[in-house]
């Protein structure tokens, strides 16, 4: 069980702040593949956290149970 | 005494207000964020504070941006926020900058500060403040907001990661509170968060932010920090920098000492010698003026700049630079001439064959 929070523009998308994903075993390129057709997410820039640290290489990070995947996009107002 | 309630925390003390008065902090915006940073900097007693934006005040901007009175609607942002703080604080220098911040003066602005702080409301400007605090090696306090929801972090202090290193991808088109929308409470709110960390980084006191990014909910008062490491090592030079923002042209104009000489008659032409007073071949020309390259930037007004002005020096290096200095300036018309003095006596004794 994963669990994944969105933030700013990503949670207008997904239309709720967060959510357990019954998944194991991916990739969190993997996982964000599946985010971002399930909510149509590509137009959008974001960047991703687990277990509240930034990950840069999303191919190499493998998920764990109970990993909590954080998507941040930028936030522009001011 | 104005600053007794907070000297006596053992934090700050004597030692901490001296601190406070001799930074120098620029806020870059005067809008939502701005107007909550403002007048916390000021009454804290943080000796110069620049504050830059280029708007004027609009009815709508009142229901967040409350440092500003319903009958300075029109009225310029920076200089109202001056006003305003040097009425809550006369013992301070406050500096009003009524421009945009850009390419051109980003730099000069950010060596003169300590600390700068992202007040800003698009995504350009951020990368913009960001890449100039590299070049100039200081820290900028992050701060931004999306509905009920905001960002804060401090960026390239001690070494730490850069704004680039938490977003790497420019592209991104985030919204700002126009298309949004916004509650002033929200912006205050992150507003003083930024106050906060200038706060901790003058004084020394405190964990700042570096390193990692705040996200504050206001809608349920959820706070979540997620921890970031330098991922850009690499830096930017001044020229990277403007070469990046387009500031000056890649290339330097260079002609043909051919092509300079058959200007020699022109009015409008004015021919500037870089070398130093002793350096041999002298060239007669009619427009000329000598000025060694280590003086230039001092004696510009010596040169007309609605002339063109077509530098040489002995073989064409220096003029380069010189050329460089004076498109800064801005000479608009300027040209280096390619092989220099050497090239010029050849061409006049007339034993030059076209380059």
Known sequence: MLSVKYFGAVAEKTKVQGENLPVSNLSLQELVDELEQKYDLASLSYSIAVNQK?????????????DVVALLPPFAGG | MRYNRQIIL??????????LGHAKV????????GAAILPYLAAAGIGEIGIIDDDSIEISNLQRQVIYKSDAIGKSKALEAK????????????????????????????????????????LHTKYLINDACVVTNKPFVYGSIYKFQGQVSVFNYQNGPTYRCLFPDESSNSK??????????????????????????????????????????????????FDLVKTNTTSISRLDFEKKYNVVENTVLEITANEA?????????????????????????????????????????????????????????????????????????????????LKLEEVIAGNAVSI
């Open chain 2, 261 to 341: 000489l058959e200007q020699m008659e022109n009015p409008d032409v004015l021919f500037l010698d870089v070398r130093n007073e002793e350096e041999l071949p002298k060239v007669s020309l009619l427009n000329s003026i000598q000025i060694p390259l280590s003086d230039l930037e001092e004696n510009l007004d010596q040169l007309d700049a609605n002339k063109t002005i077509m530098v040489y020096c002995q073989s064409g290096i220096r003029s380069k630079k010189a050329v460089e200095i004076l498109k800064k300036h801005p000479f608009l018309k300027v040209q280096s001439i390619a092989g220099g003095a």
């Open chain 2, 176 to 225: 700002n509170c126009v298309d949004s929308g916004v509650m002033g409470i929200s912006v205050g709110i992150i507003g003083m968060f930024q106050a906060n960390e200038v706060l901790k980084m003058v004084l020394e006191i405190g964990n700042v932010l570096s390193g990692e990014l705040l996200i504050y909910n206001m809608l349920n008062n959820d706070q979540q920090k």
């Open chain 2, 26 to 33: 620029l806020i870059i915006g005067a809008g939502g964020l």
């Open chain 1, 54 to 66: 930034l990950v840069q290489d999303k191919n190499s990070y493998l998920l764990m149970t109970n």
């Open chain 2, 83 to 122: 006003e305003m703080a040097l009425s809550l604080n006369p013992s301070i220098q406050i500096n009003a900058i009524t421009d945009t911040l850009n390419a051109k003066n980003a730099i000069p602005l950010f060596e003169y500060y300590d600390i700068m702080v992202d007040a800003t409301d698009n």
């Open chain 2, 10 to 19: 053992p934090e700050v003390g004597e030692k901490g207000q001296e601190k």
